[in-house]
């Protein structure tokens, strides 16, 4: 229970981080790709190299129905590295943060986007990233955007080709290609929830500090490298069944309690949990915002089990994975 809240606190606080670099693209593909929009793939490389490369800080909101979180970002960039943190100013007051993050580090998100032997390299897991990156699975359009935080804006709309998945209307500054505000969008053209910068200026000025009750050290990642507590766990399982387009974040072996994936746009994770008693069959399902949390109670090989899949995906997509997970032989 304890993994799957800081992955939902982690996952959350980090957003803007999240969005903004899981997003880059190349221009070649529009040769052999036509429903791919070029300018589209311009803006999105802009933003994504934005998100890495320029010193920013600011107040952001987000919002899920009525619950409006205040928070305070703020992202450094010093030698071949960046810093960020991202601070609760409302609620619990909690905090994220990533010091001395490496800019030529390339996270899984980024290979899916990323065209030729790159791309087939990522999809090496056995998902389908395909020939197009995320064009195979999700529709861009530009149109001119609204004034975000003073900043004049472009709009991208992205829309889902299939049912496992959101869209998103994302705000870009104009002159940086930064990530102003992002709208995630779910069936029937329903606003699931949203995030936007109040306020922003650029530069090394820095923030105010907050006071916080908590805070949360983002690890960076070692492929390979599992986590203490969970060496122990000492059931193999898998997952059998992905929306296409979505890979593993890393080379998790089968002992261990979580996976995540990720299409480059959506992440989320699934966890399995042997119980010491029997619980009562069945499911349940907790939504909020875009994040939903989707939990059954099952046997396996005999034993009373919990599957749990939480992340930015829609009940339907959640609901089939969790039928996937299965023992391995």
């Known amino acids: 229970m304890v ?15 999240a969005v903004a670099t899981l997003l880059s693209a190349g221009y070649a593909v529009a040769d052999t790709c036509p429903e791919i929009n070029p300018e589209a793939l311009k803006w999105l490389d802009k933003m994504s190299r934005s998100a890495h490369e320029v010193n920013y800080q600011g107040v952001v909101t987000f919002q899920r129905g009525d619950d409006m979180q205040v928070m305070q970002i703020s992202h450094t960039v010093s030698g ?28 899984p998100g980024h290979r899916l986007l990323r065209l030729g032997t790159d791309l087939h390299t990522a999809a090496g897991d056995g998902s389908s990233a395909g020939t197009c990156g995320l064009s195979e699975h999700y529709r861009f359009s530009v149109t001119e955007g609204e004034r975000v935080a003073g900043r004049k804006a472009v709009r991208i709309v992205v829309a889902p080709r299939d049912m496992y998945r959101y869209g998103y209307v994302m705000e870009l500054d104009k002159q940086t290609g930064l990530l102003l505000k992002t709208a995630t969008i779910g069936r029937g053209d329903k606003v699931l929830e949203n995030f936007q910068f109040a306020n922003l200026s650029y530069g090394e000025g820095g923030s105010q500090t907050a006071d916080v009750d908590l805070v949360h050290e983002a690890e960076h990642p070692v492929v390979g490298r599992e986590l203490v507590h969970e060496r122990s766990y000492s059931v193999d399982w898998g997952v059998g069944w992905l929306p296409n387009g979505f890979m593993a974040t890393d080379s998790s072996s089968g002992g261990e309690r979580r996976r995540t994936y990720t299409d480059g746009l959506a992440v989320f994770s699934v966890f399995l949990e042997i119980l010491p008693r029997d619980i009562q069959p069945g499911e349940g399902v907790v939504r909020r915002g875009g994040t939903t949390s989707y939990t059954r109670g099952v046997r396996m090989a005999g034993r009373p089990a919990l599957i749990t899949v ?17 023992l391995l032989q």
């Open 310 to 326: 939480i992340g930015e995906v829609p009940v339907n997509t959640a609901r089939m994975v969790a039928d996937s997970v299965a």
């Open 3 to 17: 993994s799957k809240l800081k992955f939902l606190q982690g996952r959350k606080f980090a957003s803007a981080f």
């Open 80 to 107: 071949q590295s960046a810093t960020e943190s991202l601070t609760q100013l409302t609620g619990q007051g909690a905090q994220v943060v990533r010091v001395e993050h490496p800019l030529d580090c390339i996270h």
